[in-house]
């Protein structure tokens, strides 16, 4: 069966840091991969998604990046680190199968100080 | 452009009471619909998923929920809350290959 793995499971960043969050997925190949960040009281906003190595969309303006260096691995990054990134990060795989269903991630929850 | 509107962003039902929970899409085509459930501090669970194939899906945890086109909607219900149901619950519909449009959420909790 397959599984995703998200680390580290909380942190706590002073503003300015640089930022590296991984998810990994097990027991399915080529999936496609997606970072989410869920505000406080504002749902679930899509940052980027994957559908191969080293083939990302950015789906919003802002100060992440996120990157593939391997099939099962998906990693979100940034340089400097601001107030408004705090919030629960989720990383999600898909099929490239016919319903689009995604399988979500733990999180990792950022706190910005 | 496709979008979810989730009436309610805090539900609040006796246990052992009915469970609904509104959602409303739209789409300019069929859509796949979803619903997930996020208990505190943990990511998403898929409860159920409509693909076409029954208006009336069935999920886990004993929820279901009902595809009407006409109403372009997607109502979650469970017949008999339980304590343990208490949780953020998310509607969700697949507008193209690959992405989901998700809803703001409803809170459900459950009182004894």
């Known amino acids: 069966s397959q599984t995703i793995h998200q680390w580290p499971a909380t942190l706590v960043q002073p503003v300015g840091s640089p930022l590296s969050l991984e998810c990994t997925v097990e027991?399915?190949?080529?999936?496609?991969l997606y970072w989410y960040r869920q505000a406080a009281g504002r749902g679930l906003q899509l940052l980027f998604y994957?559908?191969?190595?080293?083939?990302i969309s950015s789906e919003v303006p802002q100060n992440l990046s996120a990157s593939r260096p391997q099939d099962r691995q998906f990693i979100l990054s940034s340089k400097k680190l601001l107030l408004s990134d705090s919030g629960f990060y989720l990383c999600?795989?898909?099929?490239?199968?016919?319903?689009?269903?995604?399988?979500f991630g733990p999180g990792t929850r950022l706190t910005v100080l | 452009a496709q979008s979810v509107t989730q009436l309610g962003s805090h539900v609040s039902v006796s246990e052992g009471a009915l469970v609904l929970l509104r959602c409303n899409y739209s789409?300019?085509?069929?859509?796949?619909l979803f619903w997930y459930v996020q208990y505190p501090n943990q990511g998403l669970q898929l409860l159920l998923k409509?693909?076409?194939?029954?208006?009336l899906v069935k999920g886990i945890n004993g929820f279901e929920a009902e595809f009407k086109k006409s109403e372009t909607s997607f109502h979650l219900t469970k017949p008999s809350a339980h304590m343990s149901d208490a949780a953020e619950y998310f509607c969700?519909?697949?507008?193209?290959?690959?992405?989901?449009?998700f809803g703001q959420g409803t809170e459900l909790s459950v009182k004894p």
């Open positions: 999600a795989w898909s099929d490239k199968g016919s319903t689009d269903t995604q399988y």
């Open positions: 027991g399915t190949s080529n999936p496609n």
């Open positions: 994957s559908i191969g190595i080293d083939q």
């Open positions: 789409s300019s085509v069929p859509p796949y």
């Open positions: 409509y693909t076409s194939a029954a208006t």
């Open positions: 969700a519909v697949s507008p193209a290959w690959g992405k989901l449009i």
